[in-house]
């Protein structure tokens, strides 16, 4: 079975080492490019389960227990970008499947 995925922007509208907000399917999704991974590309909600806000995508990025994270802007717990795992809480947000092809960015189904 092949995996379905929506192309979501091109690769120009991404910033290095940061994350953009996209509506996918009337859900905010927080997409991170991270050149230095070898994903690349990472897409988890954008809302911040504690904080009770869409804000991921404007968190910091960082390498922390060797897991690409994402820093909440409001009260900073950290969410594992490849599974969208709280690092503090026992608490898991959406993540998709993200993939860079040609220059485009696609993001697949839930996980």
Request: glycine residues 8%.
């Amino acid at each position: 079975m092949t995996t379905p995925w929506t192309l979501i922007c091109k690769q120009e509208d991404l910033v290095e080492g940061a994350g953009v907000a996209a509506m996918v399917s009337g859900e905010q999704v927080a997409i991170f490019y991270v050149p230095e991974s070898e994903q690349r590309v990472f897409a988890i909600s954008n809302w911040d389960p504690i904080g009770k806000a869409n804000v991921l995508s404007r968190g910091l990025v960082a390498h922390l227990q060797e897991q690409w994270v994402v820093a909440s802007p409001l009260y900073k717990q950290h969410f594992v970008l490849a599974s969208g795992q709280c690092l503090e809480e026992d608490i898991k947000i959406s993540h998709w499947q993200a993939k860079l092809e040609g220059g485009d960015v696609f993001i697949a189904a839930h996980l």
